[in-house]
T-cell receptor, first 114, second 114 residues
Framework: DTAVSQTPKYLVTQMGNDKSIKCEQN?????MYWYKQDSKKFLKIMFS???????INETVPNRFSPKSPDKAHLNLHINSLELGDSAVYFC?????????????FGPGTRLTVL | AQSVTQLGSHVSVSEGALVLLRCNYS??????LFWYVQYPNQGLQLLLK??????LVKGINGFEAEFKKSETSFHLTKPSAHMSDAAEYFC????????????FGSGTKLNVKP
């Protein structure tokens, strides 16, 4: 069983489109995260949810909107896609809300905006 | 403010040689420190973490790291490299007093030569 899964694995789309990436964890964790990894492999946290509540919202354009229907799912919706949004997006989960707990990462979604 | 610096974006070693990947942090308080590994086209996986217990931390796959407060370092080592160790390695830091802050270093790509 995959602990943290993301769909789709690859996403190619045109500028201006709206797209969503889904994430599910079956670890029973309370906290989920979204990270963006750019072309230089730099990883930056975007959002964190604990028990469906937003607890971290870094400086991210408001075109990005996370949604957590339950604590096992954290989806990322992106409006009006731009070229600079091209990156690999990783979902992760951990038991606790702080970053002291081990984070388990999904396989990533490679988003390419043309 | 927290930050983490990884010296050397690329490190190349021969199979069987010592692996040393460098990580330095800046923090006003003792941090929590982590090493994650990313194999090609996969998500990140925790290797080990330091959370203010023993300064020498042993992780998976024969890796270990030592927290040295005087040097503000948390270098990752492995006595004998294996071909399967070829991957990208990320050091990360979290603030004990502000668990909402978490920063990854820029990563070090380890190449293992036969």
């Amino acid at each position: 069983d995959t602990a943290v899964s993301q769909t789709p694995k690859y996403l190619v789309t045109q500028m201006g489109n709206d797209k969503s990436i889904k994430c599910e964890q079956n670890l029973g964790h309370d906290t989920m995260y979204w990270y963006k990894q750019d072309s230089k492999k730099f990883l930056k946290i975007m959002f964190s949810y604990n028990n469906k509540e937003l607890i971290i919202n870094e400086t991210v354009p408001n075109r990005f909107s996370p949604k957590s229907p339950d604590k096992a799912h954290l989806n990322l919706h992106i409006n009006s896609l731009e070229l600079g949004d091209s990156a690999v997006y990783f979902c992760a989960s951990s038991q606790g809300a702080g970053f002291t707990d081990t984070q388990y990462f999904g396989p990533g979604t490679r988003l390419t905006v043309l | 403010a927290q930050s983490v610096t990884q010296l050397g974006s690329h490190v190349s070693v021969s199979e069987g040689a010592l692996v040393l990947l460098r990580c330095n942090y800046s923090s006003s308080v003792p941090p929590y420190l982590f090493w994650y590994v990313q194999y090609p086209n996969q998500g990140l996986q925790l290797l080990l973490k330091y959370t203010s217990a023993a300064t020498l931390v042993k992780g998976i796959n024969g890796f270990e790291a030592e927290f040295k407060k005087s040097e503000t370092s948390f270098h990752l080592t492995k006595p004998s490299a294996h071909m399967s160790d070829a991957a990208e390695y990320f050091c990360a830091v979290s603030d004990q007093n502000n668990f909402n802050k978490f920063y990854f270093g820029s990563g070090t790509k380890l190449n293992v030569k036969p």
